[in-house]
T-cell receptor, first 113, second 112 residues
Framework: DADVTQTPRNRITKTGKRIMLECSQT?????MYWYRQDPGLGLRLIYY???????NKGEISDGYSVSRQAQAKFSLSLESAIPNQTALYFC????????????FGQGTRLTVV | GDSVTQMEGPVTLSEEAFLTINCTYT??????LFWYVQYPGEGLQLLLK?????DKGSNKGFEATYRKETTSFHLEKGSVQVSDSAVYFC???????????FGTGTKLQVIP
């Protein structure tokens, strides 16, 4: 099994619908992150969490919300999806420390029509 | 805030050519620096890292040296292979929360 698992892998949804992307990890790390990837823009941080009670906005949090249900689970929600939220979404996890490696899921390709 | 600037791609090289992908950064304090690689259809995976000035990270023939004086962390490989074709991301981690900031990525295509 993968260390970081994202579901679904692909999703097409309509404008205005609520959608949840799920992430679970088996690394035992406290830190979890949600990024979106767009061509030419790299990865941009949406939200990050350092433990179940510590959730922080990233650089592009508008239109998104998150829930840290447990140390191993971190979900991203789009309350009312819009077409410019069409992107590739990645969940990542890291051990505490400045030089630690981030482990990424395989991504969720979301299309909002 | 923190930022990472890397050369735009795509970069197309012939097999066995020398590779350089430039990366410069802006950060407060003393960041840790990373190169991640993304193969088609996959998530990112760590290629190499350096956590303090003058450190050299290396892996799979790739190298990068943490240059504090020029705020750079350029990726190099002496002889690329077709299997190196991927997107390469420079990244840094700094600050109390140790957020990871990524560059925009550089697509490398190696042709036989």
């Amino acid at each position: 099994d993968a260390d970081v698992t994202q579901t679904p892998r692909n999703r097409i949804t309509k404008t205005g619908k609520r959608i949840m992307l799920e992430c679970s990890q088996t690394k035992g790390h406290d830190r979890m992150y949600w990024y979106r990837q767009d061509p030419g823009l790299g990865l941009r941080l949406i939200y990050y969490s350092f433990d179940v009670k510590d959730i922080n906005k990233g650089e592009i949090s508008d239109g998104y919300s998150v829930s840290r249900q447990a140390q191993a689970k971190f979900s991203l929600s789009l309350e009312s999806a819009i077409p410019n939220q069409t992107a590739l979404y990645f969940c990542a996890t890291r051990e505490t420390g400045s030089g630690t490696e981030a482990f990424f899921g395989q991504g969720t390709r979301l299309t909002v029509v | 805030g923190d930022s990472v600037t890397q050369m735009e791609g795509p970069v197309t090289l012939s097999e066995e050519a020398f590779l350089t992908i430039n990366c410069t950064y802006t950060a407060t304090g003393y960041p840790s620096l990373f190169w991640y690689v993304q193969y088609p259809g996959e998530g990112l995976q760590l290629l190499l890292k350096a956590t303090k000035a003058d450190d050299k990270g290396s892996n799979k023939g790739f190298e990068a040296t943490y240059r504090k004086e020029t705020t750079s962390f350029h990726l190099e490989k002496g002889s690329v292979q077709v299997s190196d074709s991927a997107v390469y991301f420079c990244a840094l981690s700094s600050g109390g929360y140790q957020k990871v900031t990524f560059g925009t990525g550089t697509k490398l295509q190696v042709i036989p």
